[in-house]
């Protein structure tokens, strides 16, 4: 095996390739890493506190798109439509143009924690057993025989 340094790293080959082609297979390789990280957007973790704050915003911002894509849902299950999709890419447009974008545990965590707190809030304020009240008292009327 043959040992290479480059830009003060060492890399190991099999066969003897010389330092230049050894230099420039490990360039070729490293650029090609970050090009596949910034087509993926990734690499952009921007520190815990600022992470955490985007995770809120984002949560928050889930909230109204969960509400409005329920409604589409049903409308899309009945005509048939793609309405769901406009709504959820609006809202992925809005999130990124303003830079909202979590990453890592602190944004990831801080995302979720608030948009289960905030539809538990949500649902105190209308608890679920009305709902399913509602949706027996609509079915009387849509099948008789569930009386």
Known sequence: MFTYEVDGKKYTYLKEIGQEEAERRVRAFNEKQANLAKARGG???????????EGVLSGLS??????ITTGTLVSDAITGGRATDTVEAWFDGIREDLGIDPEGAAGKVTEALNFITNYDLSSITYPTSDIYAKLREADKYVNPQCI
């Open 62 to 67: 889930k909230i109204p798109e969960g509400i």
């Open 43 to 53: 690499g952009s973790y921007e520190g815990f506190f600022t992470e955490a704050g």
